[in-house]
């Protein structure tokens, strides 16, 4: 069963309290949405599913990050390729799935960058990816002391893995982040 998006948000609030997750959450279903368009014949409604879901755990099982996350989507009936989707993206660093398909690439690359970009856009006076550049990102991206947190090593890796140069990555994510800008509070002021 592939649950619907108000069904996958009402799970992740259901386990997510924590506004700055869930508008995580909103950022990186946004991002796999734009994403799953640049790619002929794959479902936007999955991956941004997938996307929406990925830190359903996180929360309320840091120590099981995406273990714990199987075991909730088998119990509510998710697909495989769901589960697998969602618990792929912690490859190396807390589960040993590794990322095969398109969507699962581009979830492992993102999930992180999309925090780079968020901590960036943060920091500009129109705290907005509306006028978010590539430059500005790779700027930050060089500092290792912004957003000390973000794994560049995972960003790196998974541009490789989609055959993507590091700009092509960025310039996508800000596209797909934009498109979800004044849900996840980085639109334009107002």
Not at 10 to 17: M, Q, W
């Amino acid at each position: 069963m592939n649950p619907t998006r108000e069904k996958a948000w009402e799970l992740f609030a259901r386990y997510n309290e924590s506004d700055s997750l869930r508008k995580h959450a909103l950022t990186v279903e946004g991002v796999m949405r734009h994403f799953a368009g640049l790619y002929p014949g794959e479902d936007p409604e999955l991956w941004g599913v997938v996307g929406l879901l990925h830190d359903l755990d996180y929360e309320k099982y840091p120590d099981r990050h995406c273990v714990k996350v199987q075991e909730i989507l088998r119990e509510e009936g998710a697909d495989e390729v769901i589960i697998r989707g969602v618990a792929s993206h912690g490859y190396g660093m807390c589960c040993d799935i590794e990322p095969q398909s398109q969507m699962e690439k581009v979830l492992f690359t993102i999930d992180e960058l999309s925090g780079l970009i968020t901590a960036a856009a943060l920091m500009r006076p129109s705290h907005s990816v509306m006028d978010m550049e590539v430059k500005s990102v790779k700027k930050k991206f060089k500092d290792k002391r912004f957003a000390a947190g973000v794994n560049r090593e995972v960003i790196l890796q998974g541009a490789e893995r989609l055959g993507m140069d590091l700009d092509a990555v960025i310039t996508e994510t800000i596209k797909g982040m934009q498109e979800v800008a004044d849900a996840i509070g980085l639109g334009t002021e107002s």
